[in-house]
């Protein structure tokens, strides 16, 4: 997975980063970097895989109504606003990224930390660090195809999706309050500022929180005729 998935239960979960010379952040601050990852069903999917190593496991619906998953690992924006206030984390700033903008801008993710956030010398057109040929470049490895389960329809996944998307409504602050401006920086945040800007218009309620968001996506799933008792 290419997302950053550290669970919001505990600050010790994120990896943090120096930056190399001066950026956004002020000098001296540790910058923790979080991937803001889309479309957010199939990171469920991910999940799903990730959970499941055998093929006794059950199949995604019964995972689905019987895990104890929190989903933390989707819940990007929750990790962003922990560390913005955390009292502890008083000298760490955020750098979000939008990962579907930076794959639709062509980079490599590992080059684009690199260029754009640790802001090592790169070549502006080839999208690298100076001095590294295409051979010397980033190495793709343990990436895993995208597999949807057979039994999981196309509807049921774009129901899931906006309710995923409707929970991240909860972050509207972290976009139009100037509380954290100063330790928050967002790489590629046009499709995210669209979903905050929708967020703003809604005018029926959405997931107060992550454990009424899965319960909204297991109501998803017991409705599907596709649903096994385990016995």
């Known amino acids: 997975s290419t997302a950053a998935t550290a669970s919001v239960t505990g600050i010790n979960d994120v990896t943090m980063k120096k930056p190399t010379s001066a950026s956004h952040n002020s000098e001296g601050r540790i910058s923790v970097v979080i991937m803001y990852r889309t479309p957010k069903a199939r990171h469920l999917i991910s999940l799903w895989h990730q959970n499941s190593l055998k093929r006794t496991d059950p199949g995604f619906y019964n995972w689905m109504n019987t895990t104890r998953n929190d989903f933390g690992a989707l819940d990007a924006l929750g990790m962003v ?3 913005l206030g955390h009292p502890a984390a008083g000298n760490w700033n955020v750098v979000l ?13 590992s080059s684009f930390i690199a260029c754009k956030v640790m802001h090592v010398e790169c070549d502006s057109e080839t999208k690298g660090l100076v001095g590294l040929s295409a051979e ?14 057979p039994d999981v329809g196309e509807e049921v996944l774009e129901r899931i999706e906006v309710v ?3 929970y991240d409504c909860n972050y509207q602050h972290l976009f139009f309050d100037d509380k954290y401006k100063e330790r928050l920086q967002i790489l590629y945040p046009s499709n995210l500022l669209q979903l905050m800007e929708d967020c703003k218009k809604r005018t029926t309620p959405y997931p107060p929180s992550r454990k009424a968001m899965k319960e909204e996506i297991v109501k998803i799933v017991l409705a599907s005729d596709k649903i096994k008792v385990i016995k």
């Open 164 to 166: 995923l998307m409707e």
């Open 97 to 109: 990224v939008d990962l579907s903008g930076v794959k639709e801008d062509g980079w490599d993710l």
């Open 81 to 83: 606003d922990l560390i």
């Open 136 to 149: 010397e470049g980033p190495i793709l490895a343990n990436a895993k195809k995208y597999k949807k389960p």
